[in-house]
């Protein structure tokens, strides 16, 4: 079964961290961009970082760079986003997606480059006091 599966979601305090996880199973990473979204309750989904298939290139959402990282180990077929000094603004559901593109192909924060590729269903991260 082709799919991705997020993980490392949870309850977090302000100002804590959390790491997601976003593992691949059915098929390899590799040639895919990931991008990492999120949707909180009564909003609009929105692109938060992604990552290019060699880990060459990154982008992020303004609000989250510097806090946020992206990374990926094709070798463990699994992407990664580190959140760190983390605020209730950041509570959401977290998903990853996978779309394959060509070599050298820039990520976007757009979900419409995913749209023929594959989603998780999403982790969801908690930030309260």
């Known amino acids: 079964q082709l799919q991705l599966v997020e993980s490392g979601g949870g309850l977090e305090h302000p100002g804590g961290s959390l790491r997601l996880s976003c593992q691949a199973s059915?098929?390899?990473?590799?040639?895919?961009?990931i991008g990492w979204f999120r949707q909180a309750p009564g909003k609009e989904r929105e692109g938060v970082s992604c990552?290019?298939?060699?880990?060459?290139?990154?982008n992020y959402k303004i609000s989250v760079l510097g806090r946020f990282t992206v990374s990926r180990d094709n070798a463990k077929n699994t992407a990664y986003l580190l959140m760190n000094n983390l605020n209730p603004e950041d509570t959401a559901v977290y998903h990853c997606?996978?779309?394959?593109?060509?070599?050298?192909?820039?990520?976007?924060?757009?979900?419409?480059?995913?749209?023929?590729?594959?989603w998780g269903q999403g982790t969801l991260v908690t930030v309260s006091s």
């Open positions: 059915g098929f390899t990473l590799d040639g895919y961009n």
């Open positions: 990552i290019s298939p060699g880990g060459g290139s990154t």
């Open positions: 997606a996978a779309a394959p593109v060509k070599p050298y192909t820039d990520c976007s924060l757009s979900p419409y480059q995913y749209e023929s590729g594959y």
